[in-house]
């Protein structure tokens, strides 16, 4: 018995963080089990040491593969680990494959699930994070919302006012939480960067899995290196294509391994600019205040673009796109000469640190 919380991937971990502290400041009794989907340290292990979550009490082990596999092996390992601790309830995090596992087998068990980051949409149901966020916000009992649209998305789909709940966004609660160590100018002495560089970020399939769309998105790399050093931790799913299309060889670019958290909130808040295809980045861009351009054609995060620090691009557009915030931040950086960085931030509404607060209220 108890709250079981399903985690299994990077951003997943630091949405799960802010939760399961408030969780405990209550004194509830609650467990941590770790599908295993991400498994090398700097994509998992990492993340625990940082962020204070309490390590897993059993790691699943499930690993990689196809879709259809990497499901079926969550499914089975989770219906196993559900019959040992008879969870009173369920919470999962996010739109990857352990949030979709997770969900539909405690639905099927008749246990309640509770879904942190519900009502995202992106429209685009040839992403595999839309499937999932979908079928789990249908079998969750009680929906997590980080903004308004996302209330107004579930509630258009049919999902009882009643569940759905609007707390603020827990991956905001992590930066929040970690402000002051993110300490750009001590990154780029830690890692030898220059003084004005970009960071990027790339994992989704539609930009990283085909030859031919990676070998196009490496030249407009290139092209963006000429103006400005690139700087990117590159995630294993994209680093054998990227590396293939020739992005290693360039003198402007920094390939990394994935960085700990602190070191890559870090090198964001530090980046004249970030590209990126991340969800979780777009936020924490907004948030930092930092420019980002995100490679993709549709986000399922619009209030990071109406905010103003996100712009939606495609690859031949990205050259560009960064003259003209390098040009842009020419100018800010004059007019603000002498005045120190900022140590608060500031963002969209209720993305105030306390979303897991409020997530614990509710659930309680
Ligand atoms: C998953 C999520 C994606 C999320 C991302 C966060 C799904 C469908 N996708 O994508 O929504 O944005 O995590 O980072 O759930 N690999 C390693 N080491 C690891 C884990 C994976 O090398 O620890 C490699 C393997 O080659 C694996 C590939 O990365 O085949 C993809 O891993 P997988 O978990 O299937 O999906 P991600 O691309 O990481
Ligand atoms: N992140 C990190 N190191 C990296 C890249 C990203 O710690 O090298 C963090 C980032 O700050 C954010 C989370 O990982 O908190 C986002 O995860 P990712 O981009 O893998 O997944 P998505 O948000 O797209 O699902």
Redesign the pocket.
Known sequence: SGLVHVVG???NFVKAAPVVSALSARGVRQRVVHTG????DA??AVFFRELGLPRPDVDLGVG?GT?AA?TAALMTGLAEEFAACSPEAVIVYG????TLAAALVAAKENIPVAHVEAGLRSFDWTM??EV?RRLVDQMAELCFATSPEAVGHLAREGIDVSRIHLVGNPMIDTLLAHLDRFDAQGLRTELGLPERYVAATL?RPANVDNPEVVSHLVARLGEVAEQVPLVIPV???GRAALEAAGLTGHPQVRLLPPLGYRQFVSLARGAAAVITD??GVQEETTMLGVPCLTLRATTERPVTVSHGTNRLVDAAELPAAITKILDDTAATEARRSGVAHSTTATGPPMWDGQAGQRIAEVVL
């Open positions: 991937t990077r951003p989907q991400h498994y090398d994509l998992s990689s879709h990497q739109d990857v494959n352990s595999p994070e999932n994992h995630h294993p799913r991340s969800g």
